[in-house]
Protein backbone atom coordinates (compact mmCIF):
# COMPACT_ATOMS: atom_id res chain seq x y z
CA UNK A 1 0.00 0.00 0.00
CA UNK A 2 1.40 3.54 -0.92
CA UNK A 3 0.25 6.87 0.14
CA UNK A 4 -0.72 9.60 -1.76
CA UNK A 5 -1.42 12.82 0.35
CA UNK A 6 -4.73 11.62 2.02
CA UNK A 7 -5.41 9.07 -0.41
CA UNK A 8 -4.08 5.17 -0.11
CA UNK A 9 -3.33 3.10 -3.15
CA UNK A 10 -3.02 -0.82 -2.96
CA UNK A 11 -2.62 -2.39 -6.37
CA UNK A 12 -1.94 -6.13 -7.36
CA UNK A 13 -2.31 -8.18 -10.34
CA UNK A 14 -4.75 -11.42 -10.24
CA UNK A 15 -3.05 -14.40 -12.04
CA UNK A 16 -6.00 -16.91 -13.94
CA UNK A 17 -4.09 -19.93 -13.71
CA UNK A 18 -6.79 -21.44 -16.85
CA UNK A 19 -5.97 -18.77 -19.76
CA UNK A 20 -2.61 -18.17 -17.91
CA UNK A 21 -3.77 -14.06 -17.95
CA UNK A 22 -2.79 -11.06 -15.18
CA UNK A 23 -5.29 -8.72 -14.58
CA UNK A 24 -4.62 -5.71 -13.20
CA UNK A 25 -6.71 -4.21 -9.86
CA UNK A 26 -6.59 -1.37 -7.78
CA UNK A 27 -8.02 0.14 -4.45
CA UNK A 28 -8.25 3.82 -3.92
CA UNK A 29 -8.96 4.28 -0.45
CA UNK A 30 -10.38 8.11 -0.05
CA UNK A 31 -10.42 10.33 2.63
CA UNK A 32 -14.17 10.29 2.88
CA UNK A 33 -14.39 6.82 3.43
CA UNK A 34 -15.10 5.78 -0.27
CA UNK A 35 -13.43 2.69 -2.20
CA UNK A 36 -12.69 3.20 -5.74
CA UNK A 37 -12.14 -0.47 -7.10
CA UNK A 38 -10.45 -0.53 -10.62
CA UNK A 39 -9.74 -4.37 -12.29
CA UNK A 40 -8.91 -4.90 -15.56
CA UNK A 41 -7.60 -2.17 -18.61
CA UNK A 42 -9.00 -1.49 -22.10
CA UNK A 43 -12.11 -2.31 -22.59
CA UNK A 44 -12.65 -4.86 -19.92
CA UNK A 45 -11.76 -2.35 -17.27
CA UNK A 46 -14.12 -1.47 -14.87
CA UNK A 47 -14.47 0.70 -12.07
CA UNK A 48 -16.36 -0.12 -8.83
CA UNK A 49 -17.18 3.23 -6.58
CA UNK A 50 -18.12 2.17 -3.07
CA UNK A 51 -19.85 4.96 -0.75
CA UNK A 52 -21.03 3.54 2.40
CA UNK A 53 -25.54 3.76 1.99
CA UNK A 54 -25.22 4.99 -1.52
CA UNK A 55 -26.21 3.95 -4.85
CA UNK A 56 -23.85 4.82 -7.47
CA UNK A 57 -24.45 3.98 -10.99
CA UNK A 58 -21.82 2.16 -13.35
CA UNK A 59 -21.18 0.56 -16.48
CA UNK A 60 -20.11 -2.79 -16.46
CA UNK A 61 -17.54 -3.90 -19.56
CA UNK A 62 -18.20 -7.08 -21.00
CA UNK A 63 -16.84 -7.94 -24.84
CA UNK A 64 -20.82 -7.75 -26.20
CA UNK A 65 -21.26 -4.02 -24.57
CA UNK A 66 -21.54 -2.10 -21.26
CA UNK A 67 -24.50 -3.51 -18.69
CA UNK A 68 -25.79 -0.64 -16.65
CA UNK A 69 -25.60 -1.60 -12.90
CA UNK A 70 -26.28 0.13 -9.52
CA UNK A 71 -24.18 -0.59 -6.36
CA UNK A 72 -25.51 0.21 -3.43
CA UNK A 73 -23.01 0.04 -0.38
CA UNK A 74 -24.26 -1.28 2.73
CA UNK A 75 -20.63 -1.88 4.69
CA UNK A 76 -16.94 -0.96 4.75
CA UNK A 77 -14.31 -1.58 6.95
CA UNK A 78 -11.04 -1.00 6.72
CA UNK A 79 -8.32 -2.28 8.97
CA UNK A 80 -4.23 -2.06 8.54
CA UNK A 81 -1.41 -1.76 10.76
CA UNK A 82 -0.05 1.75 11.42
CA UNK A 83 3.06 1.40 8.71
CA UNK A 84 0.18 0.15 6.60
CA UNK A 85 2.40 -2.94 5.51
CA UNK A 86 -0.46 -5.07 6.13
CA UNK A 87 -4.25 -5.15 6.81
CA UNK A 88 -7.86 -6.34 5.49
CA UNK A 89 -10.89 -4.42 3.58
CA UNK A 90 -14.41 -5.62 3.43
CA UNK A 91 -17.24 -4.28 1.32
CA UNK A 92 -20.29 -5.25 1.70
CA UNK A 93 -22.69 -4.37 -1.63
CA UNK A 94 -26.12 -5.01 -3.81
CA UNK A 95 -25.75 -5.09 -7.42
CA UNK A 96 -28.76 -3.81 -9.20
CA UNK A 97 -29.87 -2.88 -12.63
CA UNK A 98 -33.45 -1.60 -13.14
CA UNK A 99 -33.75 -0.96 -9.72
CA UNK A 100 -33.85 -5.23 -9.74
CA UNK A 101 -31.85 -6.56 -7.43
CA UNK A 102 -29.19 -8.83 -8.73
CA UNK A 103 -27.49 -10.02 -5.83
CA UNK A 104 -26.01 -9.36 -2.89
CA UNK A 105 -21.86 -9.35 -2.14
CA UNK A 106 -19.48 -9.58 0.10
CA UNK A 107 -15.53 -8.29 -1.11
CA UNK A 108 -12.63 -9.55 1.26
CA UNK A 109 -9.20 -8.62 0.89
CA UNK A 110 -6.72 -9.38 3.57
CA UNK A 111 -2.93 -8.11 2.31
CA UNK A 112 0.48 -8.03 3.38
CA UNK A 113 3.85 -6.86 1.97
Known amino acids: MIQI???SYLRYEEHDRETR???PVTFKLQED???ILTRGQG??????????????EMAYAT????????????RIDIQRADDASSGRI????????????LGKYQLR?????
Not at 44 to 55: C, D, G, I, S
Not at 109 to 113: N, V
Open 63 to 74: PYGQIPLMIHTT
Open 21 to 23: TQT
Open 90 to 101: EVDYQLLTQQQA
Open 43 to 56: QLRVQFHFYLNQEV
Open 33 to 35: GGI
Open 109 to 113: LIFQR
Open 5 to 7: GTT
